[in-house]
């Protein structure tokens, strides 16, 4: 019998080709196997026993990077083939075909770059079918080596012989190299002229010796230094203008990484993941680590060696380093070699580079770790694009636009969502034009041609410009917290109306006020504010951002009014002499938008309890009272919920009269914790009672305040709700564009935006 299989799903790049034909040759089964465009094309034929065997055995134990989505099967005459081929691919048709991502450095290649006597012993790029750089270097579809950026490098005979061999491990691996045909790696100096010695170990040398390095890895540059110099560690944050947010740190092996951190089973499973992402853990005290690494933090970044370079750069360290994005703060990462040296060149004290182009710009992937599975915070290398699949089929293909800040962009076609890698602020203009460029290679090589583009309310969000001056396509705008909620639905393949919490710094209301503390009732159709964070003024809209001092002058005035500047607390001694101007300009409603923000409120409250009263980055202050809250301390502040509204000014004045009290700010931390997540408790009650809807879903960029998520999540289902929570996509504004394209591509008969479902209720 003769049978033809069609099977889509991630099975280009993966070794699918060298597994079939391996098993059809074990099997002696005549055919062939393709890559088209769609996913991959086998015909076999034999007796009907083996090709039984040959499809049970593909479907059940494929190869280990390769996911199956879909297989079709047909049956078609046989015509007396007997051997086996694997044949050139077929570039014409739609495609499909999914581009993997970057996989980290396989076991088997890595005793290869350890081994004296292999080939490629000491070898930087070396890779197989089974790992090595993918989406970064993928230029085009299908997926070969001349639509890669190894393109340019010719096979020598050896690699040659390899690539063409069934039985090799590197069978068809498109970016085969060795130290004769493949990239090579050179030192450069801060001005890009050529250093003597072996780069790697010349490298190893100056970052012991206390150097700053620029490091080219899969998807860009790196800066790196010794992570237990803390002079190095300081010397890097001056040069690259970055002042208190944490660095990453490469450990140079597991172990490590756990003499490091406490690490349980479940982040060991993630640090050694194929994806190897920094994995946000809880930092050992008394380590080697300069604690300049991460000041003021129990938490540290950590990720493992990733690629050969990584690996055979940590072995000769042998210490763990800083690795953190090669840029100047706020800007994406340096990709191409020029522009690396003009931007890094003041920065780094050497180049560790090579001739391997990076074609697509990727940052690390940032994941913690929540209830023994994976919670994402920055969705980038090793995870993008693959797809998400979603609970309902698009009824078109959509775009969605994304936000401005943690940017990320989404297509959506089928049952399938390509959530885009990282691109970062796009107020940035290298940033805007990798959004750009990336739109333009996702919708080329995922062949999807939007007639729907979503975008934010926020009319001065550069991704809203951009998205209404298309033409040809319909615009959906969507409310930002609608499409967090949505976000999280899709995440975890639901679509059924809930109560959603998403708790947030900043998303523009379809009231005009800047939202962040929104109870929601949504599905993909429609959303009701059902409840929020009473409205208070934002004095100096992003100054007020920047300093939470501003915030909490606020919330005392409101709660005690007059009498405010009369307290008794550091926090009046510390500041009252400024509040003036920035109470009369909120009185005055002069560039003082309402907020209902979140964020805010952890900004008066951490303020308030003498942690921090400016801001070096996003979220500084928050995170930091959460570290400082002593979660065994019970009680909770009064959070009422008032009509439609959850008075903030009632928690912030119990805090303020707590620590008039005397109490300590771990304990006055701990409350206001505990006391957001009982009224957040509450008004889903009052919801469920009025609605029936017993789901509660958890968006937003303050769910990554990994205490208000255990707090919230246990207080609900204490109460009997089911609480849903992100898995495969960010809760902050990395998995926005997601909760977009599922609301834009929801099969809808109205055009236009979705704004506030009709009918709404009162409470
Ligand atoms: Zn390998
Ligand atoms: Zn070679
Ligand atoms: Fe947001």
Redesign the pocket.
Known sequence: MRQRLRIGGTVQGVGFRPFVFALASRLGLGGFVLNDSRGVVIEVEGNCSDVDAFTRILLDEPPPLARLDSIEKSHLPPVGSDRFDIRASETEGAVVATITPDVATCAACLEEIRDSSA?RYGYAFTNCTNCGPRFTITTGVPYDRGRTTMSS?P??????S?YSDPRDRRFHAQP???????PRLRLLDSDGAPLEGDPLTASAAALRGGGILAIKGLGGYHLACDATDASAVTELRRRKGREAKPFAVMAPSLEWACRLAHTGPAETAVLASHRRPIVIVSRRAGTLLADEVAPANRYIGIMLPYTPLHDLLMRSVRRPIVLTSGNLSDEPIAHEDADALERLGGIADAFLAHDRPVHVRCDDSVVRVVEGREYPIRRSRGYAPEPLEVPVPFARPVLAAGPELKHTFCLGTGNRAILSHHIGDLANWAAMSAFLEGVEHFTRVFDVRPEVVAHDLHPEYLSTKWALGLEDVEPVGVQHHHAHIASCLADNRRAESVIGLALDGTGYGDDGAIWGCEVLTCDFAGYTRAAHLRYVPLPGGAAAVREPWRMTAVYLQAAFGEGADDLSLDFVDRTAGRWRPVLSMAAAGINAPLTSSAGRLFDAVASLCGLRDRVSYEGQAAAELEQAADPSVAGAYPFPLTGTALDGVTLVRAAAEDLIAGSSVPEVAARFHNGLAEGLRHACEMVREAQGLATVALSGGSWQNLLLLERVTRGLEGAGFEVLTHRRVPANDGGLALGQAVIAGWPSPEPGDRGPASGGWEM
């Open positions: 080939r490098f096979l020598c005979p050896e690699c040659r390899e085969i190299a060795c130290p004769r045909c493949g």
